[in-house]
């Protein structure tokens, strides 16, 4: 209490390998801000992602322009096999893997995903987030914790292929070229070629980087594999694991909610709009339903505006998630339309269900973004 935020204490934290700090002031006292996931655990995640990312930048550069012969696989090669082997830190992987399901299992019925990711660290954060959000869904699907390490495991390197590829389309917004679309595509190929010369990783948790980007539809990529539900019977050749399809949901999320370099991070409810709209075309729909079951649209800390009725363009954060639905939330107000601060005061949405919520513009948010 009392500590400022200066660019020296910052620096001191970041040293420490912390991205993100929750700061409790009078108006968001006694909110809880949720995290699945213990500092410790997600700061060693982060590190053995990043490291293995890191050993899949060294193969690239090792291999050169022709990373891959064809150009979609890496070469079969005795010394690509050493050096990826080598190189990619295994048990600390799978170490933390392990901590991800114990926590996520251990932890709140709901994920509240508060966590701050900005578009530098986007890449090593985002496979720790994914894995996070794909370990309780399939937790919800009701699968053992064998699976769900298997799941944990292949999620949180489900874009290790990216490190090979020099991908150029990450901050274009416009028409992507053909170039782009081979650069698109070569990556899962070349991320389930990478994790397949790691000793200790098992084969099926490896499909997670050949698959996630397959849609439900059969529209996506490479081999445009078709959906199937949990409990059907799956063609290996012709359908979508169920580990990946729930790791697509969580990566489009995640991936939805971060900072990217061409823009901000989508508004909450415009995510899970979309999400809801990509349902039984690139999504697995009955996962889509899951996932807005576990995951609010507007978790404890998020700032709000209120849309209709006496409080309408008031302004507050996220008290207490709605009970039984998650998504009539308590809020605290403590902005009034002009722009003038309050006592802060709450309302119950479950009670009132002609207010509507949408998300604080960027500047008057106050403890999650």
């Not at 954060?125 to 994914?130: D, K, L, Q, R, S």
């Not at 901050?171 to 991320?191: C, E, M, N, S, Y």
């Not at 075309?281 to 709000?304: E, S």
Request: hydrophobic share 40%; proline share 7%; charged share 25%.
């Amino acid at each position: 209490m009392g500590v400022k935020l200066d660019n020296q204490f910052v620096a001191s934290i970041r040293a420490r390998g912390y991205s993100q700090v929750v700061v409790d002031d009078p108006v968001s006292q006694g909110v809880k801000v949720e995290d699945p996931l213990s500092p410790e655990t997600r700061m060693r995640a982060t590190k053995a992602t990043s490291s293995t990312v890191t050993a899949g930048q060294r193969v690239g550069r090792f291999l050169g322009a022709d990373t891959a012969t064809p150009p979609e696989r890496l070469p079969r090669s005795n010394e690509v096999h050493k050096m990826i082997a080598g190189s990619v830190p295994a048990d600390q992987v799978l170490e933390s893997v392990q901590s991800v399901v114990d926590e996520v299992l251990d932890g709140p019925t709901v994920l509240g995903l508060n966590t701050i990711k900005g578009k530098d660290s986007f890449a090593f954060t985002h496979g720790v987030e994914v894995a996070a959000v794909a370990v309780k869904l399939e937790r919800e699907v009701g699968l053992d914790r064998a699976e769900l390490r298997r799941l944990g495991r292949g999620a949180m390197l489900h874009d290790i292929g990216q490190a090979f590829t020099d991908d150029s389309t990450d901050g274009k917004t416009g028409t992507l070229t053909p170039a782009d679309v081979v650069q698109l595509v070569r990556h899962t190929r070349l991320g389930y070629d990478c994790l397949g010369h790691v000793p200790g990783f098992e084969p099926l948790a490896n499909q997670i980087a050949f698959q996630h980007h397959e849609w439900h539809n059969g529209g996506g990529y490479p081999r445009q594999l078709v959906g199937a539900n949990w409990g059907a019977k799956v063609d290996g050749s012709k359908n979508i694991m169920l580990i990946a399809q729930i790791t697509s949901v969580a990566d489009v999320y995640d991936a939805f909610c971060s900072e990217r370099p061409f823009r901000q991070p989508l508004p909450r409810e415009l995510a899970m709009s979309l999400m809801r709209r990509m349902a039984g075309q690139q999504l697995n729909g009955d996962l889509v339903q899951l996932f807005t079951h576990v995951v609010p649209v507007f978790p404890p800390g998020y700032g709000i505006r209120v849309v209709g009725g006496a409080l309408d363009r008031w302004q507050g954060i996220v008290a207490q998630l709605g009970k039984p639905d998650i998504n009539r939330p308590i809020v605290r107000l403590f902005q009034r339309p002009d722009g003038e601060q309050v006592e802060p005061f709450e309302v119950d949405f479950g009670k009132d269900t002609s207010l509507r919520l949408m998300t604080a513009p960027p500047k008057r948010r106050s403890v999650a973004s």
